[in-house]
């Protein structure tokens, strides 16, 4: 069993930063792909981005060259960088773990999720 917390949320306006955490305990990383997701209000969860262990990461298009997902072994944590953020970033974001180092996009094809986060971007 895998237990996600997610952590580093907030209320910011457009243009600021924020770093989202993503701590797991019951298992390692090692074998599992790791995602973000997001949903918004009447909006299905929709990836952000994707990393296994193998180096492989993915990003969606909205997020590319503002977001970085990183991660820390020594922690079991992964993180989420999130810059030059924008209204329509504002959603419930989700870390999840997949038990496949085959990456994937998406949410259904992961087996553990965490509580999300609520990140609010005003104009």
């Known amino acids: 069993q895998v237990q996600l917390v997610e952590s580093g949320g907030g209320l910011v306006q457009a243009g600021d930063s924020l770093r989202l955490s993503c701590a797991a305990s019951?298992?390692?990383?090692?074998?599992?792909?790791m995602g973000w997701f997001r949903q918004a209000p009447g909006k299905e969860r929709e990836f952000v981005v994707i990393v296994n262990w193998s180096g492989y990461t993915s990003y969606a298009d909205s997020v590319k060259g503002r977001f970085t997902i990183s991660g820390d072994n020594t922690k079991n944590t992964i993180y989420l960088q999130m810059n030059t953020l924008k209204p329509e970033d504002t959603a419930v974001y989700y870390c999840?773990?997949?038990?496949?180092?085959?990456?994937?996009?998406?949410?259904?094809?992961?087996?553990?999720w965490g509580q999300g986060t609520q990140v609010t971007v005003s104009s």
């Open positions: 999840a773990a997949r038990v496949s180092r085959v990456p994937s996009r998406t949410p259904s094809d992961y087996d553990y």
């Open positions: 019951g298992r390692t990383f090692s074998s599992y792909t």
